[in-house]
Each structure stands twice: as C-alpha cells, then as structure tokens.
C-alpha cells in the first residue's frame, strides 16, 4: 500500500496570508489527524477527522481548520499567518492496532512551513 | 491539561553502550506508543503497549508499561549507529479517541 502522502513539502508563506495543506491517508484508512512539530512545543495535535467529521480538536487558535473529503482526503488551513506557525505539519494515518482495540499511526513526510 | 514528560532530552552514548528513556504522564492512559524519528524526517511507529506492567521487545528494543499506567520506558542494548533519532513516547486517554499526546522526545547519538 503507498503510504500517507503530503503535498506540498516546502512552503514559503508571508505573514498575513493563508495556506492550505494536503494529506492523502493509506488507502483504506478512515482517521486522519494532523499535528504541528516545533522544536520549542514539540509535536502537537491540531485535530482529526474521520468520515469527514472532525472528531477531536486540539488547543489551536481558530485560525487552524481543517477538513475531510468523501475519499479520506484530508486538508488543513492555516488563515492569518503568524512567524509562530512556522513548523514541520504532519498528517497521521490511522489504523487499528491488531487484537489491542486501538490505534497506531502513519505519519507523512510532513510539509514545512516557514512564514517570513 | 494532560502532560507527558520525557527525559532525558539528549543522550550521547558510545556504540555498543545501553541506552534507556523515561515516559511519565500526569494522568492514567489508555495506552502508550513509542516513535522513532530520524533526523529530517518523519515519526515512524514502533510499538504499542495497553496492559498494565506489559513488556513488549523488539530485538535490541525492550518496552515496558508500568503497573499504573502512568509511565513507561524504552531500552536499547548495545546500541549502533542506525539507532540514532529522537524516541517519542505517546499516550492516549480515556475517551480522548485518536488522539495522542506526545512527550518531547529523547534524542540519541551514538559515536562509533
């Protein structure tokens, strides 16, 4: 199976503008979170959608949405960007650990975001 | 809100030498997973543990859970090079579904 794809890698962004990223789960998969890594906060969740419902949501200022396609497709929006985004995003793929009843993740290759 | 805290931050071990990282979260969880990252790149998942006291190895790899559910660790024999990376510990609540709450992470290096 290909595994979680993320596009685009790198962005460059000005302070002020909007961005939207991208994330593709493993084919199959219905749960797609996301989490921002920054080397002062580490990784953080943003939210997680399934079934194109979101269904968890992390401490993130509203200007962090996201949302999920009929396909599992999965994108964020970043609106009003501060120099504090910058970060590596990851999305995660979810999938249920064998026989435990719970869940282990994939995680893309992430897109790097700098605001300048 | 839940915490999860990790220590140490970076550990530089000379090749062949043990290596072990603490997971300890405020509150009790439902399970704890433990990634790997590479430097630039991506979080790759480990292993899972769910029973309390649950040690779990992988080779080199030893992964233990403890009896209240509140830490965890991760112990690597007689490292080598391709073990270098930051080791993430990550758990899960009750009734928080999928999501996970990381620690910050201990960052191996292993001279050779």
């Known amino acids: 199976k290909a595994g979680v794809t993320q596009t685009p890698r790198y962005l460059i962004k000005t302070r002020g503008q909007q961005v939207t990223l991208s994330c593709s789960p493993i084919s199959g998969h219905r749960s797609v979170s996301w989490y921002q890594q920054t080397p002062g906060q580490g990784l953080q969740f943003l939210f997680e959608?399934?079934?194109?419902?979101?269904?968890n949501k992390g401490n993130f200022p509203g200007r962090f949405s996201g949302r999920q396609f009929s396909n599992s497709r999965s994108e964020m929006n970043v609106s009003t960007l501060e120099l504090g985004d910058s970060a590596l995003y990851l999305c995660?793929?979810?999938?249920?650990?064998?026989?435990?009843?719970?869940?282990?993740?994939?995680f893309g290759s992430g897109t790097r975001l700098t605001v300048v | 809100g839940q915490q999860v805290m990790q220590i140490p931050q970076y550990q530089h071990v000379q090749e062949g030498e043990d290596f072990t990282t603490y997971c300890n979260s405020s509150t009790t969880l439902s399970n704890i997973q433990w990634y790997k990252q590479r430097p630039g790149g991506h979080p790759v998942f480990l292993i899972q543990l769910v029973k309390s006291g649950e040690v779990k190895k992988q080779k080199r790899l030893t992964f233990q859970f403890g009896e209240a559910k509140k830490n965890s660790s991760l112990h690597i024999t007689a490292t080598q090079t391709t073990d270098v990376g930051t080791y993430f510990c990550a758990g899960t609540i009750n009734n928080a579904g999928n999501m996970l709450t990381f620690g910050g992470g201990t960052r191996l290096m292993v001279k050779p």
């Open positions: 995660a793929s979810s999938w249920e650990v064998p026989g435990q009843g719970s869940y282990g993740y994939t």
């Open positions: 959608y399934f079934s194109e419902t979101q269904r």
